[in-house]
Every structure is written in structure tokens, then in C-alpha cells.
T-cell receptor, first 110, second 113 residues
Framework: ELKVEQNPLFLSMQEGKNYTIYCNYSTTSDRLYWYRQDPGKSLESLFVLLSNGAVKQEGRLMASLDTKARLSTLHITAAVHDLSATYFCAIQGGSEKLVFGKGTKLTVNP | NAGVTQTPKFQVLKTGQSMTLQCAQDMNHNSMYWYRQDPGMGLRLIYYSASEGTTDKGEVPNGYNVSRLNKREFSLRLESAAPSQTSVYFC????????????FGPGTRLTVT
């Protein structure tokens, strides 16, 4: 059974600081996704990582994938309040299915 | 393009009542999905449809039925609602490009009393 674990589940950080969210998964997968969800809203796609060593950056967020370690990271640089949201990673679990982690709720404080 | 649309946005049901959640996409995607989201649980797959005329169970299918009406529409039916089905329901469709990225609708907040 494919499992996806994110940590931490809750993260409170100050503006201007850096931090990393980790996503571990239990079996081989060639696609990993990061989504953002604002309170009461739907999921917005942030990154799609398709191969080992893939790195993608958008603004203050950078995602990477290490398929050998079965690990993806979402790094936040110089956090700002607008980044406060819940972040989910998900793995392609079969030909059709995505398996999601439980999410990391990020709060950025002034 | 509207992307993925869902109706209704909110619904309150009494235990034992039935209802159908509607989903439509205008991106010409073959695959469509229904998820539920509960606090602290992430998203869990209820049913999916890889193409028009096919449906398959996901992780938590009990108490639900689905219909892939055509390529655009994929509905989720609760025949006899239970309080355990109180949740936020998301419909998604999947790109046919190599990324296989899924695009999500705005969600339906369902409360069963």
C-alpha cells in the first residue's frame, strides 16, 4: 500500500525565515505533485516533479525530488504572510490514482 | 474556460436523505475523480473514471455511487446519507499530458445531521 507522509503537519514561522517541508513516500513513483490550499478554497497546483533530481522554483518556493530516497522537499525562502496556507504533496499511486499526504499547515507570523 | 465546476457549493442533509453532487469539466480530459477531504486526513479518493463509460473504486467507496454521464460530466450520489459522510467533496480531472496533473473543482461542503 502506498503511503505518503508529510512533516511537519503544523508549522509556525516568522516572516523572513527559511524552512523546509518534507514528503516521504513508501513505494516507487515517477511523479510527485505539490498543491497549495487556502482556507475554504480548492487545491491549486504548485509543482509537478517528474524525474529524479528534478528541481522547480516559483518565487519563494522551491521543490525537489529524490526518487532513490523517496523524498521530496518544499523549501520556503524568506517567508511572507501570503504564503500562509496548507501544502499537500501527492504521489502518482498507479495509472490513475493520486495518494495525498495529510498536509502541512503553514502559518507565517509578522 | 471554466475548468472544473461543481454544484452545489453547500448542502445540508438529514440522515437517510439522498442527493447527487454534480461535476463538469471543459478541458476535454478523459479521467475524472471524486475525493473527500476531512480535517487532518488529506484527500481520499472515493471513485474515479478513466474514460467515458468506465468507473472504478478508490480508497473509500462505501456509501457512494458514481455515474460518468459523458466525457464532461461525472456525478457522485449518496443514496442514504450518514453523518460520517459530512465532508468537503472535490471533483478533479486529469490532464492527458505527460505530467498527468489533476485540476480540482471548488468543492462541495456537505453536512449530514
Amino acid at each position: 500500500e502506498l503511503k505518503v507522509e508529510q512533516n511537519p503537519l503544523f508549522l509556525s514561522m516568522q516572516e523572513g525565515k527559511n524552512y523546509t517541508i518534507y514528503c516521504n513516500y513508501s513505494t516507487t513513483s515517477d511523479r510527485l505533485y505539490w498543491y497549495r490550499q487556502d482556507p475554504g478554497k480548492s487545491l491549486e497546483s504548485l509543482f509537478v516533479l517528474l524525474s529524479n533530481g528534478a528541481v522547480k522554483q516559483e518565487g519563494r518556493l522551491m521543490a525537489s525530488l529524490d526518487t532513490k530516497a523517496r523524498l521530496s522537499t518544499l523549501h520556503i525562502t524568506a517567508a511572507v504572510h501570503d504564503l500562509s496556507a496548507t501544502y499537500f504533496c501527492a504521489i502518482q499511486g498507479g495509472s490513475e490514482k493520486l495518494v495525498f499526504g495529510k498536509g502541512t499547515k503553514l502559518t507565517v507570523n509578522p | 474556460n471554466a475548468g472544473v465546476t461543481q454544484t452545489p457549493k453547500f448542502q445540508v442533509l438529514k440522515t437517510g436523505q439522498s442527493m447527487t453532487l454534480q461535476c463538469a469539466q471543459d478541458m476535454n480530459h478523459n479521467s475524472m475523480y471524486w475525493y473527500r477531504q476531512d480535517p487532518g486526513m488529506g484527500l481520499r479518493l472515493i471513485y474515479y473514471s478513466a474514460s467515458e463509460g468506465t468507473t472504478d473504486k478508490g480508497e473509500v467507496p462505501n456509501g457512494y455511487n458514481v455515474s460518468r454521464l459523458n466525457k464532461r460530466e461525472f456525478s457522485l450520489r449518496l443514496e442514504s446519507a450518514a453523518p460520517s459522510q459530512t465532508s468537503v467533496y472535490f471533483c478533479a480531472s486529469r490532464s492527458a499530458l505527460s505530467s498527468y496533473e489533476q485540476y480540482f473543482g471548488p468543492g462541495t461542503r456537505l453536512t449530514v445531521t
